[in-house]
């Protein structure tokens, strides 16, 4: 069979991953994906590996996965990822959550190993599922926020962890092509393709349901979905912010990047909303939203 493994973002230029202290997502997903291809490699499978090392926009590079896969008419995509926002356990999306058997066994196999259970979820907005012709799986291995996750990855091994996915997939399960909807979607207007985006576009997903398309890209659709955040909140919405702002040059006080919107990052926010002549009252509405993304 020919197997399409994506060893989800990229290392360098746009579509890094996500971030713990001391831990990116790029490099994990490369830890297991490598091991998931000699794997397959060894029982017999053809593996087209449609990892992007680096690129130029976050559209670049989910486009080039989407369209490596296509062009040697894989029959089966999986796409490697490592979650984060907060939560802990497996999950994975499949085209509008079909309960694949492959997608069920490698859940149950990852339960098995100690990982929490998150269930097949509807994976239709996310770009390399919803654009390749061949069943899709994107897999998120665990959160590398969590400290209990992390520590039972590491214990582990990525061996085991590429074992109990490649042992899961019931091949033949997945022969078929999935009717997937063959009209076309529109095309966001492009303000800015950056990693922030990218970041709130997926902690929108996490923690809002939002369905947005994680492209790195301030389109209606995101902007239509951002959150009003004020004095008092606390997650990574909020550290997004912090990030935003020191990277402006305005100061966040002794507390830093820490996620928590306090006095200090409340301040910050006026003198930024100041000087753009926005109404200073410090809190994150749509129009400090697009000063700051922009």
Known sequence: MKIAIDMGHCVSGYDLGARSPGIKEE?????????IVKKLQSMGHTVVDCTKETSYSVSESLS?????????????FISIHFNAGGGNGTEIYTYKGRKLNSARNIL????????????????????VVRRTKCPAMLIEI???DNKKDMELYKTLGKNAI???????????DLNSKQDKDTVEITPMPEYRKN??????????????????????????????????????????????????????QYNLGSSGVDGVFGQFTENAVKAFQKNKNLVADGIVGINTWKALLD
């Open 108 to 127: 149950n196999n990852m339960s098995k190993l100690g990982f929490r259970n998150r269930g097949v979820k509807d994976g239709a907005w996310i770009y």
């Open 195 to 248: 990693t922030m985006i990218l970041r709130l576009q997926k902690q929108l997903n996490i923690q809002f349901n939002s369905k947005l398309v994680e492209d790195g890209i301030l389109g209606p659709r995101t902007l239509a979905a951002l959150v009003i955040v004020r004095k008092g909140a606390k997650g990574e919405i909020t550290k997004i912010i912090q990030e935003t702002l020191l990277k402006k």
């Open 142 to 144: 665990c959160f590398l």
């Open 64 to 76: 080039y996965r989407a369209n490596k896969a296509n062009a040697n008419n894989t029959e089966l």
């Open 27 to 35: 490099s994990l997903t490369r830890e297991v994906g490598r091991e």
């Open 162 to 172: 590429a074992e109990a996915i490649v042992q899961g997939l019931e091949l033949e």
